[in-house]
């Protein structure tokens, strides 16, 4: 795919099509904890990676709104895809904030970018670069990528330890397969661990001025780039509020159709969709499957305005606004797929059966640090009372 203008009815056919084949190997990639090389190996031939990339190093520069409805349509037909459709494209905007040197080095390549944000790495000071070691965990689809960014805090320049990520080979790590989860398992979010990898300074992405000013490092950039024009986390975390609802919305249809054609044997062979109790289940999850919707609404709108007025750098409250709608998405989504799970009963609980699929993976979106209920409940109010807020999301 060339960097050119694409509709967005085109980018959701690819989304489909592409999300099809994803949803007819769910549970063989559920079973194995990874998707087959052939689907990855389509998805960067179809250059759904270079969704978000800049425009000069032959990207598409899409907006939020018509990526998040790409993200969104993936994961009606499997959650847990849609998490590498939208982690691949995404991983390439911190990219475009590394550096000039950095951004031509991995964006020549074409290839995959996994990464690990938590700043667990130690560093040694060589030349004008790092030695890199350490431990991660929760690298997404490492398995089929070229490059990974590893987190760290590094004394940058002389200075105090700052959190960085540190983008090296996926060949110069090691690949510790620990993936073994409740959801997402086709994700193969499997462990890192690497030892005395050299890390060159054009390769290493400082987040405190990234998050503060919304620029990338070493300037070279187009002002007009969707990336630039937004502040960084809400735009880097966007995916998430999709990929949550996209999963939702296909769990409420599973249940609508299972409602009218379900049979109570416990209660003499009343049909379901005639019982009070599957009349008023019916009406609730449908309402908040809106809200879900209004709230995701709310999200693009917010991210798209933003685009439009160049606006890389906004108040905590903002940020924290954003922070608490992603995670009321995220965690509306798990609170639904259990109602529908315990309503349904025993029928759904089989391994093979897709309401159960969908359930796991969308209770374990619901665990991913950047949109835990409670921390985004506690960093929005301190914004609202003026007390600071959260220190990243």
Excluded at 232 to 260: C, D, H, I, S
Aim: hydrophobic share 45%.
């Amino acid at each position: 795919m060339s960097a050119r203008v694409l509709e967005t009815r085109e980018l959701l056919e690819e989304a489909t099509a592409w999300a099809q084949v994803a949803e007819a190997e769910a549970f063989e990639a559920d079973r194995n904890a990874r998707f087959s090389e052939a689907l990855i190996a389509s998805f960067r031939q179809k250059g759904l990676h270079r969704l978000l990339r800049p425009r000069r190093y032959g990207g598409l520069g899409l907006r939020p709104r018509p990526f998040m409805e790409f993200i969104r349509r993936v994961a009606y037909h499997n959650v847990a895809a849609a998490w590498l459709a939208y982690f691949y494209p995404i991983h390439e905007a911190w990219v475009a904030f590394l550096p000039p040197e950095g951004r031509r080095r991995i964006f020549e390549s074409d290839a995959l970018v996994v990464d690990v944000f938590t700043p667990l790495g130690q560093v040694e000071p060589e030349g004008e670069g790092f030695r890199l070691s350490g431990e991660w965990k929760f690298a997404s689809g490492v398995l089929y990528a070229d490059w990974i960014g590893l987190g760290a805090m590094v004394p940058l320049d002389g200075g105090p330890p700052q959190p960085c990520l540190m983008a090296i080979p996926v060949s110069q790590v090691e690949i510790v397969e620990n993936w073994d989860t409740l959801g997402l398992r086709p994700t193969g979010s499997h462990g890192i661990r690497c030892q005395g990898v050299y890390v060159p300074r054009e390769m290493i992405l400082p987040l405190i001025p990234v998050v503060s000013t919304g620029k990338p490092v070493g300037g070279e950039y187009d002002e007009e780039e969707p990336l630039y024009r937004a502040p960084f986390m809400p735009m880097f975390l966007m995916g998430f509020p999709a990929l949550a609802l996209g999963g939702a919305e296909r769990l409420v249809e599973m249940f609508a159709e299972r409602t009218r054609n379900r049979m109570r044997i416990y209660q003499l062979g009343a049909k379901e969709a005639e019982n009070a109790s599957g009349i008023r289940s019916m009406a609730e999850v449908h309402l908040k499957l809106e809200t879900l919707r209004a709230l995701y609404d709310r999200y693009v709108a917010q991210l798209e305005a933003w685009v439009e007025e160049g606006r890389s750098v906004v108040e905590d409250v903002e940020r924290e606004r954003m922070f608490i709608l992603r995670a009321a998405v995220a965690r509306g989504a798990a609170e639904l797929a259990t109602q529908i799970l315990t309503t349904l009963g025993g029928t759904a609980v089989y391994k093979g059966d897709k309401v159960e699929l969908f359930v796991r993976d969308l209770l374990t979106v619901a665990c991913h640090t950047t949109h835990l209920y409670e921390d985004a409940l506690q960093g929005y109010g301190k914004s609202l009372l003026g007390l600071g807020a959260h220190p990243l999301w």
